[in-house]
Nanobody, 121 residues
Framework: QVQLQESGPGLVKPSQTLSLTCTVS??????????WSWIRQPPGKGLEWIGY???????YYSPSLKSRTSISRDTSKNQFTLQLSSVTPEDTAVYYC?????????????WGQGTQVTVSS
């Protein structure tokens, strides 16, 4: 059973960089053809895809967030990390990490429980 767990600060000041880590257990982040994703949900809004890091290490980001986003990984710890720079209160959201399965079709089969991040001074 794959499990994902987000960790990081719950409060970030405006203009700073938000940094969250997702620790994966029960499966390797280098296994073909899984894509390790970050998704967020602002209060009162729908889910917004941020980006992913693939099993190969390649990354792809939402065009609207690309200039401020970086996703990296530590394969020795089976973790991947989101960094979102120059945050504003509009970046306040519940942040989820999730696994995208592209073995046969695209679907998110495992999710973390989510972590609330508030951007405020």
């Amino acid at each position: 059973q794959v499990q994902l767990q987000e960790s990081g600060p719950g409060l970030v000041k405006p203009s700073q960089t938000l940094s969250l880590t997702c620790t994966v257990s029960g499966g390797s982040i280098t296994t073909n053809y899984y894509y390790w994703s970050w998704i967020r949900q602002p209060p009162g809004k729908g889910l917004e895809w941020i980006g992913y890091i693939a099993y190969s290490g390649s990354t792809y980001y939402s065009p609207s967030l690309k200039s401020r986003t970086s996703i990296s990984r530590d394969t020795s710890k089976n973790q991947f990390t989101l960094q979102l720079s120059s945050v504003t209160p509009e970046d306040t959201a519940v942040y989820y990490c999730a696994r995208l399965d592209r073995n046969y079709s695209d679907y998110y089969d495992y999710w973390g429980q989510g972590t609330q991040v508030t951007v405020s001074s």
